[in-house]
């Protein structure tokens, strides 16, 4: 069982960050958001099947990290039960909500990009195409992948953390990285909370990208000491 789980605590992170640096190299991707809807699609749709492909993995990606969550209750299973339960609930949530709130890119914005660039379509049409797509970026993009995702990753690293002081052999300065990180990126999922909404607080959306960064390098480390100890 620790070599399952140190390897998925090495693998996930590294596929999630390949599928993640391939979309920014290739769409631009998140700097491509602050673009207007219709260019934003436009250059989906120019991405063919290879850019939808792409998004498909790194939902995958997401959702694999609902294994971790189950896998690395193994690690902390001598942890207080309560503790335990809660480790492993709040982590199923975080990959799941990310999964859903990506999964809109390979299913639903395929057919908005269609429908955008449809000339035999009323413009009306193709500009509520637009409109939807803001909307969906808003709801599933924004407050369920992103607000809730990273409350509840950042939750699980601290939560995992915390056991893991008391319930395992792993190095001390481990544990609280992972709770600094945890903090990080629950500050980052306040990004659009509040008077941030129309535009976004800097600096947490500042912090994200140093958070998820420092979240894969732990959870990498913590995978190769799971797999040595």
């Known amino acids: ?39 934003v699609l436009a250059k989906f749709r120019a991405g063919g099947t290879r850019l939808v492909l792409l998004w498909w993995g790194l939902a995958v990606s997401a959702v694999l990290f609902i294994a971790i969550a189950v896998l690395t209750a193994s690690v902390i299973r001598a942890a207080d039960g309560t503790l335990l339960l809660a480790t492993v609930v709040v982590g199923v949530l975080a990959g799941l909500v990310q999964a859903l709130g990506l999964m809109r890119w390979p299913f639903l914005v395929p057919y908005l990009a269609r429908t955008a660039s449809d000339a035999s379509l009323p413009a009306a049409e193709r500009d509520a195409a637009g409109v ?61 909370v509040g008077p941030a909404e129309p535009n976004g607080w800097a600096p947490a959306g500042m912090l994200v990208p140093i958070g998820y960064t420092l979240w894969s390098v732990w959870l990498i480390v913590l995978g190769i000491f799971v797999l040595i100890g």
Do not use: C, K
């Open 132 to 192: 939807v797509f803001q909307s969906f970026n808003r709801y599933l993009g924004v407050a369920v992948g992103e607000h809730l995702g990273y409350a509840l990753t950042g939750l699980w690293s601290i939560l995992f953390s915390v056991a893991a002081l008391t319930a395992t052999d792993l190095p001390v300065w481990l544990s609280l990285a992972g709770v600094v990180i945890g903090v990080v990126l629950m500050i980052g999922s306040l990004e659009f």
């Open 1 to 39: 069982m620790s070599v399952l789980v140190g390897v998925s605590l090495i693998v996930v992170p590294l596929l999630f960050n390949a599928f993640y640096a391939a979309l920014a190299i290739t769409f631009e991707y998140p700097d491509i958001l602050r673009q207007p809807s219709r260019d």
